[in-house]
């Protein structure tokens, strides 16, 4: 499984951003949940927020109400909205899916997506 992940970028403090993550195989398999990840310069990488397949969600708590994730099963993709961005925010964001096809399962990571907040 491919995760491609794209939409970020350079913004001003107080913008907005949206990533999106995209799933692809030549196997047929069904998303369970997907999350993104950010690390910054020397930190560690950790979850910024997660959604299952049905929707529940789950924020840590610098971001609640500013960022939103959302997922098209359709589509096998996964988004994170974010607002009102600040310079804390910057860093390298990462998607990463829980996937299962008929007879496997695994988790998988795409590529990182830069956002760059200006003060």
């Known amino acids: 499984v491919q995760l491609q992940a794209s939409g970020g970028g350079l913004v001003q403090n107080g913008g907005s951003l949206r990533l999106s993550c995209a799933a692809s195989?030549?196997?047929?398999?069904?998303?369970?949940?997907m999350g993104w990840y950010r690390q910054a310069p020397d930190q560690q990488r950790y979850l910024v927020a997660s959604?299952?397949?049905?929707?529940?969600?789950n924020y840590v708590d610098s971001v609640k109400g500013r960022f939103t994730i959302s997922i098209d099963n359709a589509k096998n993709m996964a988004f994170l909205e974010m607002n009102s961005l600040k310079p804390d925010d910057t860093a390298v964001y990462f998607c990463?899916?829980?996937?299962?096809?008929?007879?496997?399962?695994?988790?998988?990571w795409g590529q990182g997506t830069q956002v760059t907040v200006s003060s």
């Open positions: 990463r899916a829980e996937v299962a096809g008929t007879t496997w399962s695994g988790k998988f």
């Open positions: 195989s030549g196997n047929i398999f069904s998303i369970n949940a």
């Open positions: 959604i299952t397949s049905s929707g529940a969600t």
